[in-house]
């Protein structure tokens, strides 16, 4: 079956940096576009970043632009979220996801920007 795992989250200062990764299972990982998504407290959950089943092709909110870089390793079936210069607002649960006849989703990882 379908499995995400991501992990590397964590509390950070505002200003500091993460790095999530997310390993993918039970599905051709080469042929579909990965995304990460987020959700705070109280509020919707929203598409961060976005990347093209081959890599060349990405897409970011505004909020993340210079900030977050999603990139993919198809060798190793996992898909990476850098994020750098950290705010607060960040704070969220942070959900890798894939369109597969249905949005399927991996846990979370929380990440907790405080200082």
């Known amino acids: 079956q379908v499995q995400l795992v991501e992990s590397g989250g964590g509390l950070v200062q505002p200003g500091g940096f993460l790095r999530l990764s997310c390993t993918a299972s039970?599905?051709?990982?080469?042929?579909?576009?990965m995304s990460w998504y987020r959700q705070a407290p109280g509020k919707e959950r929203e598409l961060v970043a976005i990347?093209?089943?081959?890599?060349?092709?990405?897409r970011y909110i505004d909020s993340v632009k210079g900030r977050f870089t999603i990139s993919r390793d198809n060798a190793k079936n996992t898909v990476y979220l850098q994020m750098n210069s950290l705010k607060p607002e960040d704070t969220a649960v942070y959900l890798c996801?894939?369109?597969?006849?249905?949005?399927?989703w991996g846990q979370g990882t929380q990440v907790t920007v405080s200082p």
């Open positions: 996801s894939v369109n597969l006849a249905g949005r399927k």
């Open positions: 039970g599905f051709i990982f080469t042929n579909y576009a």
């Open positions: 990347i093209a089943s081959s890599g060349d092709s990405t």
